[in-house]
């Protein structure tokens, strides 16, 4: 791989850290520049998905205050998490090559969308959900007491569950559809569910990844290490300071770096 474009890998590793920590989606930076380089879309899920794990660790370790006080409440998410994420990890490595060049470009667009529709879609969700929660009534509270917390309800572990699946097989815009699940199901804002969020794509990231290596040396799943290393570089330093970053740049700039890096990809891929 030619020095400029382990250069690009950095940056945009750094970048797409700092979006992840923050919003979500930075792999729609990494992953559609590791396509345009030529790489194959499996392999390239996979080369993106071991580098962009350092992103959640960083992201993770600062926000490790917020996720202490949640802990108590995230084994069932953190459990099925996990467990999405393996089988999603599953399914891409079972996929022909043949349907994951027409299946990773489509699954782009559609993160794309989502990065481009959040907030109508979050909206609609919460909305739908507020209206199922009024017509069920107050929520029984628990033998000692006590509310149950919203992050133990089964709708919410389950919806998570699905996404995580999403996750491990494709990981681009994850952070997205988890803010939106864990937004709805909790009622809280996006800023206070985003600890949990990033934990939980440290746990599908670092699920999905385990597979993917474990695979790379039994049956020679290929990676491209030099461009995992350049991304898991600028990502750890990213996703660490990511947060403070993302906060001073307006949102319609993230989306909009977003949407422009994954577009001209995308184009690249069919000219």
Known sequence: ?????????????????????????????????????????????????????????????????????????????????????????????????????????VLIVVALAMVVFQKRITAALRARSDRRRAARGPVAPTSDGSDRSPLRSPALVGSMGAASIYGGYFTAAQGILYLGILGTFTGRTMGSVNSVKNLLSLVVNLAAATIYVIAHFVIGAEIVWLATAAIAVGALIGGYFGAHLAKLMPEWLLRGIIVVVALIALVRQFI
């Open 1 to 105: 791989m030619e020095p400029l474009s382990l250069i690009v890998l950095l940056v945009m590793g750094t970048l797409a850290g700092a979006i992840n920590a923050a919003v979500g989606s930075g792999s729609l930076l990494t992953l559609p520049v590791l396509m345009a380089l030529g790489i194959p879309p499996g392999v390239a899920v996979r080369t993106n998905t071991v580098g962009m794990l350092f992103s959640t660790i960083g992201s993770v370790v600062g926000y490790r205050k917020e996720i202490d006080e949640e802990k108590h409440d995230l084994p069932p998410l953190v459990l099925t998490a996990a467990g999405g994420a393996i089988l999603g990890s599953l399914l891409l490595l079972v996929s022909p090559a043949s349907a994951l060049d027409v299946v990773v470009p």
